[in-house]
């Protein structure tokens, strides 16, 4: 899947653009300072930067410039400033494309997609949960053991696919409401449980492929046995 390392020190830009992104099939890694993106992007790797201008200790200019002289991942860089002259310096430093500060969330989310399609890098819609094929394209799922397709309701789909694109996470019950049915949404937390347990009994012939399993007091996350 498509890894995109967010590096901003405004925890609410992070999560706002975090949403978005994993609505789209993408693994988002935060990180609130430049040090701390340096330092993960030396070990680990990612597909694309999207990257603040005003941080503490390494600020995004310095970033970008040592991002770009060990490689050529794509960089998307987010600021307060829309003076040409920043966007000139930007360009200069080695950054692909430039987004001021307030932006619409959706086009983010077009530039990035711009951005990775530049590059050639595919935006995975699937996750494979051992015989279990979760297809985001066409909201249908494939069961790899007998060749069969099957559509299931629209909220149970994303509810399970959310749990599945960060297999192992704990997501707490307040957050799967949010961001499934939304913050307007006016019912109460029973509504995962009662779609949690339909996810249950509607996968009960592949639980040796993978479980949704609740944490007591915290929420619930899927682990995946075979992949």
């Excluded at 993960?40 to 990257?51: A, R």
């Excluded at 494309?97 to 989310?109: A, H, I, N, T």
Aim: aromatic residues 10%; contains cysteine.
């Amino acid at each position: 899947m498509t890894t995109v390392m967010v590096v901003d020190d405004e925890a609410h830009i992070r999560e706002l653009i975090k949403l978005y992104l994993e609505d789209e099939g993408m693994i988002v890694v935060e990180k609130s300072n430049g040090e701390e993106a340096w330092q993960y992007y030396c070990q680990h790797s990612v597909d694309l930067i999207v990257l603040d201008v005003m941080m503490p200790r390494i600020d995004g200019w310095e970033l970008c410039r040592k991002l770009r002289e060990t490689g050529d991942k794509p960089i998307l860089m987010i600021t307060a400033k829309g003076e040409p002259a920043e966007r000139i310096k930007g360009f200069q430093l080695g950054t692909d494309d430039y987004l001021v500060k307030p932006f619409e969330p959706v086009e983010l989310v077009l530039r990035v997609k711009a951005l990775l399609k530049r590059y050639r890098i595919s935006i995975s819609q699937t996750v494979k949960l051992g015989t279990v094929v979760l297809d985001k394209t066409n909201y249908q799922i494939r069961y790899t053991d007998t060749g069969f397709t099957d559509t299931i309701p629209l909220k149970e789909f994303e509810l399970l696919y959310m749990l599945a694109i960060h297999h192992g996470k704990v997501y707490t019950r307040d957050t799967l409401l949010q961001q499934i049915w939304g913050y307007e949404y006016e019912g109460d937390e029973r509504t995962i449980d009662t779609h949690i347990k339909r996810l249950r009994d509607r996968f009960s012939a592949y639980e040796y492929d993978f479980k949704i399993v609740t944490l007591r007091g915290l929420g619930y996350r899927l682990e995946v046995y075979h992949d």
